[in-house]
């Protein structure tokens, strides 16, 4: 099975405080992605990264950045947290950028809270 | 009109009824389809692909309608278990599978 772990459950922040959120899959996926998840706006794209080093801005990567220095690894920066940046974050991974019926799989999300 | 629509429920159905969910799609070349579940509070999990001469795992059948620019799912016998939202996803192109369109859910309650 493949494994998706994010690295904590929950977070609550300071407002201006640099956030780091990590993401780590198991199963030598190309493509990791990260969203945010709101009520009544679904899931919303931030980054992706199709392999190491690449990344690739999603539908709204303003006030984020991500790093992809190693295959399985997968981090969000939050350069400096507001409390529009409080959400659910849920890394997710799939297996090649070229599949395209290769599905996603999700970590279990990272319920950050900004105050 | 949304890339990918659902009707958001909720759905209320009593143990063992059958129940099918619509998700319609504007971009007529999309390529590959899915089924998600997500329960409350937690990531979404697959549930199954959608391939177009429709199929069947269990309980759970999933269609594709290219003409109208719809997927379905069907669940048979619901159980409690069921309740969740559901998810369908649509990837537009052949080999982008980053640009997955997402719909917003259609919730499900299964009651005794």
């Known amino acids: 099975d493949v494994k998706v772990t994010q690295s904590s459950r929950y977070l609550v922040k300071r407002t201006g405080e640099k956030v780091f959120l990590e993401c780590v899959q198991d199963m030598d996926h190309e493509n990791m992605f990260w969203y945010r998840q709101d009520p009544g706006l679904g899931l919303r794209l931030i980054y992706f990264?199709?392999?190491?080093?690449?990344?690739e801005k999603g539908d709204i990567p303003e006030g984020y950045s991500v790093s992809r220095e190693k295959k399985e690894r997968f981090s969000l920066i939050l350069e400096s947290a507001s409390t529009n940046q409080t959400s659910m974050y849920l890394c997710?991974?799939?297996?090649?950028?070229?599949?395209?019926?290769?599905?996603?799989?999700f970590g279990n999300g990272t319920r950050l809270t900004v105050t | 009109r949304k890339e990918v629509e659902q009707d958001p429920g909720p759905f209320n159905v009593p143990e063992g009824a059958t129940v099918a969910f619509n998700c319609t799609y504007s971009n007529s070349a999309s390529q590959s389809f899915f089924w998600y579940r997500q329960d409350c509070r937690k990531e979404p999990k697959l549930l199954m692909s959608?391939?177009?001469?429709?199929n069947e795992d269990g309980r759970f059948t999933a269609q594709l309608n290219r003409a109208s620019q719809y997927i379905s799912l069907l669940i048979r016998d619901s159980k409690l278990s069921d309740s969740a939202t559901y998810l369908c996803?649509?990837?537009?192109?052949?080999?982008?599978?980053?640009?997955?369109?997402w719909g917003l859910g259609t919730s499900l309650a299964v009651n005794p």
């Open positions: 997710a991974s799939s297996y090649n950028r070229n599949n395209y019926n290769s599905p996603l799989h």
């Open positions: 990264s199709y392999d190491v080093k690449m990344k």
């Open positions: 959608v391939y177009s001469s429709g």
């Open positions: 996803v649509v990837i537009p192109n052949a080999g982008n599978n980053r640009k997955l369109i």
